[in-house]
C-alpha cells in the first residue's frame, strides 16, 4: 500500500480530460500545417510576382536598347567608315559623298563605301543597285525621300526579329524620331 502523504497531488488523468487535451494539440498541428501552407502560397505568389517584374524590367531594357540601336544606326545617317561613324546631313545635290571627318567617299543612295577613290564611287554611283534614278546630281528632296524608304525598309526589318509585345515598345519609344523623318510604320507592316 502507498503512503498516503507520498502520494501525488496531481490528479489523476481522467480520460475526458486526456481527450480534450489530444484534440487541443490536433487543432494546433492543423492550424500550424495551415499557416504553413498559406506562407508557402504567400511565398509562390510572392516568387511569381518577382518574377514578372523581373520578366516585364527585361522587355522594357531589350525594347530600349533595340529603339537606341534603331536611332543610332538606322535612322542616324552615318559616315560608313567603322572607324569613323560620325553622323552626317551634308548633302549639295551630288550622290557622291565624302566624309569631312575621315575623308572617305562614300554612295549616297547605299551608304556604303569600298576604300574608291572620287572617280570610282560616280562610276559606284551611276550603276549603283540602291538608286532609283539615273546620274549622279539629284535635288536634295530626293535625296529625303530615298532615305526615308532606306531607313523603314531597314528598321522593318530590324524589328522583324523581335516579338511583338517588344516591337510595339519599340515603336513607341521611337515614334516621335520616325514621324520627325516622316517615316510610317505600323505593326501590320512586320508581318
Known amino acids: 500500500m502507498v503512503d498516503p502523504s507520498k502520494r501525488s ?3 489523476p488523468i481522467s480520460k475526458k480530460n486526456n481527450s480534450r487535451s489530444r484534440a487541443r494539440k490536433s487543432r494546433k498541428f492543423v492550424n500550424d500545417i495551415s499557416c504553413t501552407i498559406q506562407s ?3 511565398m509562390e505568389n510572392l516568387s511569381r510576382m518577382t518574377r514578372s517584374r523581373q520578366q516585364a524590367e527585361n522587355e522594357e531594357r531589350k525594347a530600349q536598347d ?3 540601336n534603331i536611332v543610332d544606326t538606322i535612322l542616324t545617317l552615318r559616315c560608313p567608315n567603322r572607324k569613323c561613324q560620325k ?3 551634308d548633302f549639295d545635290g551630288c550622290f557622291t559623298l565624302e566624309c569631312h571627318q575621315c575623308g ?3 554612295c549616297a543612295w547605299c ?3 569600298n576604300d574608291w577613290n572620287h572617280g570610282t564611287v560616280h562610276q559606284h554611283v551611276d550603276r549603283c543597285d540602291a538608286a532609283s534614278r539615273a ?3 539629284h535635288p536634295f528632296y530626293i535625296f529625303v525621300e530615298h532615305q526615308r524608304e532606306r531607313r523603314r525598309t531597314l528598321v522593318i526589318n530590324r524589328l522583324r526579329h523581335e516579338n511583338q509585345r517588344t516591337v510595339r515598345r519599340v515603336l513607341d519609344i521611337i515614334n516621335t524620331n520616325l514621324e520627325e523623318l516622316g517615316i510610317n510604320i505600323s505593326i501590320t507592316d512586320l508581318s
Open 66 to 68: 533595340v529603339a537606341r
Open 135 to 137: 546620274g549622279t546630281q
Open 9 to 11: 497531488l496531481r490528479k
Open 104 to 106: 572617305v567617299s562614300f
Open 111 to 113: 551608304v556604303r563605301f
Open 40 to 42: 508557402y502560397y504567400r
Open 87 to 89: 553622323a552626317f546631313l
